[in-house]
């Protein structure tokens, strides 16, 4: 099926570049050049480089063989919880730097919810000796204190989004104020494969590393590239597009994404997007979106923090409006049951985000010959007071 | 002709344009507001419609759009506020807010609410000028509306040209790279990008809004367009203790005075 991005940033229905006038500059100065930048083979050398030496690409796909005997398939584990800083977002964050570089910014800005995209960023930030400000709910930084210190301790400055629901979506609509104050000499790195065009491409492409190493990894291990089934949890979406983007064109390999469905998809305190929400326009793109009636974004709920986003990227809602993408979502409890199932089984504690992947396998049917790989797109160390918290382990 | 486009011909200079949001600071306020300000002297109303995620605003109108939403402002609210509005008020009307409520109102169902009701206009910051000419030109052309377009300091020139080409009523000139109400006064920098877009003597009126906040403010910004808009400072202003149509009358003047 055709997944591409159109010359207009749409997928499908979804997309575009709903931006104020204030940053089309920005954003018309990224769509005319991030293709010609990060195609450029000097960018791509730096670019890989980075990702083998600094990242630790490729991540592991790593059979697992107990969970494959609970479920009944050969499952595999997409290793990216093994990444430097501790989840997928990394790859993003080190392609947008240098993209960054490229076109002579010289201050970044980001905005975050649990805080792992932020400290991805500040991350490259220092790398790269680059002033960096994150943008983070007050909620948030309450609720994800260790990763507020870990983005100080590389030097970033952490500002509070004290507007509105101040969490997530306020973060992003701070670090987008931000950005019209200080269009000339700032670059705003998203972290998801959310926001006006061409941001969704352009992350997704940093992130399709993923699915390029599970392509090479499965003609190894399975003497075929494509996998029966992959599946990856998804808030704005970008460890799910990282990892289903080499496969879009593959129709026989079934791509799944599950949300966060918090406490019950009818408890009013719910992230499952493709449930609840409508087509609307929030963050400078067309997808589905949660919102009352008067069209007013509603606050989503999850323990997770990473899938507590009120809409879903653009590719998303089109590969979930085509039926391309099977979408499940999972409560807060499912989740957690998965993470320490995880745990005992594999030795592995994922970040609650990834135990949301973690979970659809319990509400999916396999044949012993299935091949199903899982992206293990974080590791659980953020969230281990979350763990204490819930406690039945 | 529309309202807008009569005003500026027979008033082609020192044009007051005064933003406030629907339903602050009371949900009741709309109408009471706009009778004040059209009899206080402003030329030009821009009624905000509250957003739950307003990026392209500070603080103040921030603000402003929380206490509206909580006093349960809606657009369908907003609509019932002004059944009776031309009945009293005679100056130029325009509605200010993101596209989102609009799209979930129904874009054709909005634009025929705002025919009957007698608004001359729209500004929609975050609806581009592509989605504007592909979707919604056709539509807001066919109830009377013009569609008002931003221009800032980074604007480049051939875009301020595309934006006049497709302009009708005014060019709404944000002054510096900024959030509204991010920053009062007018610097040198700003007036050599005022003198810029004034020397390409554009088809269009200009107003020049974000950080006009007074007199001082009013005066300079009219000796480079053809008026201004006031918009955190109004909000600011009828946010204070007292009678709400004194406050209007004494803001007013003092900016026109």
Known sequence: ?393 | MNRIEKLFETKPERVLNVYFTAGYPKLDDTLGIMQSLEKSGADLIEVGIPFSDPVADGPTIQESNGVALANGMTVKLLFEQLAELRQTVNIPVVLMGYINPIVQYGVEAFCKRCQEVGVDGLILPDLPMFEYMEVYKPVFDAHGLLNIFLITPQTSEARIREIDNNSKGFIYMVSSASTTGAKTGISTDQEAYFARVKAMSLKNPTLIGFGISNKETFDKACANANGAIIGSAFIKAIAQEGDLDKNINEFVNGVIG
């Open chain 1, 1 to 393: 099926m055709n997944v591409k991005v159109d010359k207009n940033g749409y997928y499908g229905n979804f997309g575009g570049a709903y931006i104020p006038e204030m940053l089309y500059p920005n954003i018309e100065e990224l769509r005319e050049n991030y293709e010609q930048i990060t195609e450029d083979a000097v960018f791509q050398k730096q670019f890989q480089q980075l990702l083998k030496d600094y990242v630790g690409r490729p991540t592991p796909l790593y059979h697992a063989e107990r969970l494959s005997d609970k479920y009944g398939a050969k499952i595999y584990l997409k290793r990216e919880d093994l990444c430097h800083t501790g989840a997928h977002k990394v790859n993003n964050t080190i392609g947008q730097i240098l993209l960054a570089q490229r076109l002579g910014k010289k201050k970044i800005i980001a905005e975050t919810g649990a805080g792992q995209h932020g400290v991805a960023t500040a991350t490259v930030c220092a790398l790269m000796g680059v002033e960096c400000i994150v943008y983070m709910g007050e909620i948030d930084m309450a609720r994800q204190k260790p990763n507020v210190e870990r983005m100080r301790i590389l030097g970033a400055e952490v500002r509070p989004a004290k507007s509105g629901s101040k969490t997530l979506k306020d973060a992003t609509n701070e670090a987008m104020r931000h950005w019209i104050n200080n269009p000339s000499d700032t670059h705003y790195i998203i972290g998801s494969v959310v926001g006006p065009h061409p941001y969704p491409e352009m992350v997704a492409r940093f992130q399709s590393v993923i699915s390029a190493e599970i392509r090479k990894q499965l003609l190894e291990k399975e003497g075929t590239e494509l996998p029966d089934y992959v599946i990856a949890c998804v808030g704005g979406g970008s460890n799910a597009a990282g990892a289903f983007y080499n496969f879009y064109e593959d129709n026989d390999v079934n791509l799944v994404a599950v949300e966060a469905a918090g406490l019950g998809n009818d408890s009013g305190e719910s992230a499952a997007t493709t449930v609840l929400g409508k087509p609307g326009v929030l963050h400078g793109s067309k997808t589905l979106l949660m919102q009352t009636e008067d069209g007013q974004v509603v606050e989503p709920y999850s323990i997770s923090a990473g899938l507590d986003y009120p809409g879903i990227g653009p590719v998303h809602a089109h590969l979930f409006e085509s039926g391309r993408a099977q979408f499940h979502s999972v409560t807060d409890e499912e989740a957690m049951v998965a993470g320490v199932e995880l745990s005992r089984l594999e030795g592995i504690i994922p970040a609650i985000e990834s135990a949301h992947a973690f979970a659809a396998l319990e509400k999916m049917e396999f044949k012993p010959s299935d091949v199903v790989v899982v992206n293990l797109s974080g590791r659980g160390d953020k969230d281990l007071e979350t763990y204490i918290k819930w406690g039945k382990y």
